[in-house]
């Protein structure tokens, strides 16, 4: 059963106390999958932490552009129980300002293992594209999301073939985007983000796989078929 994409809600708040909110996806049910994308502008010293909520799990640790530099971006999900409510993601170990969140529901992942391959990629390269990394190891079903994390792109385009989920994109800091894609493929290269080229264009992009649901399959366990002398015993033969 491929992993389905729902729908989500994309929120941009002031990350200068420590923290944003973010509220769950509408209609978000029990066993979806609940993923929070989140970019915040900071300082860019490369140790900046956001923060995971209660009940969240890491798609990866705090990523940052060029590899130490501002913004950062963090990806989590958790398992939706069904009475999901707001949800607070703290930021430590430096000074924030504006965040981006996008609050996402999908369906039919694999309850034990969601999350598959994960990709980053950061750079400061002055062009107006952004690798978007490959996934080397994926399966037939999967649900891939695309994440652009950058500052001041007053336009995003995802690469070829994946649908735009929000996008973010201004003259401020940061800017930020989210797609996907059905892969029906044992590996996928997505290409490249386009998007404007500015001064202070540093970006991280990420690619990561949502695995599907894997139905349980019930075979025949190959009991022996009774005597037929002893079928007709208990009935079962006239």
Do not use: C
């Amino acid at each position: 059963m491929p992993a389905e994409f729902k729908n989500a809600a994309a929120a941009t708040a002031s990350a200068a106390g420590g923290s944003i909110s973010v509220s769950p996806p509408a209609n978000l049910q029990k066993d979806d999958l609940w993923l929070i994308v989140v970019v915040v502008d900071v300082n860019g010293t490369g140790a900046e932490i956001i923060g995971i909520p209660p009940t969240f799990t890491d798609i990866s640790a705090t990523q940052y552009a060029n590899g130490n530099s501002f913004p950062a971006y963090r990806a989590m999900y958790k398992r939706a129980v069904g009475n999901e409510t707001a949800v607070t993601v703290n930021f430590t170990n430096g000074t924030f300002f504006d965040a981006w969140s996008d609050s996402i529901r999908i369906k039919s992942q694999s309850f034990s293992n969601p999350i598959g391959e994960v990709a980053t990629f950061t750079t400061n390269a002055d062009t107006g594209t952004t690798d978007a990394p490959d996934l080397g190891s994926i399966k037939k079903g999967d649900l891939v999301i695309l994440v652009l994390a950058g500052n001041a792109h007053a336009s995003i385009t995802p690469p070829i073939g994946a649908l735009a989920i929000d996008t973010n994109a201004d003259s401020g800091f940061p800017t930020s985007a989210t797609a996907r894609i059905a892969v029906q493929a044992a590996s996928y290269a997505p290409g490249n983000w386009t998007h404007t080229n500015t001064a202070n264009d540093q970006r991280v992009a990420q690619t990561f796989a949502i695995n599907a649901f894997a139905p349980l399959r019930i075979t025949a366990l190959g009991y022996p078929k009774p005597h037929i002398s002893h079928a007709r015993q208990i009935g079962a033969i006239p």
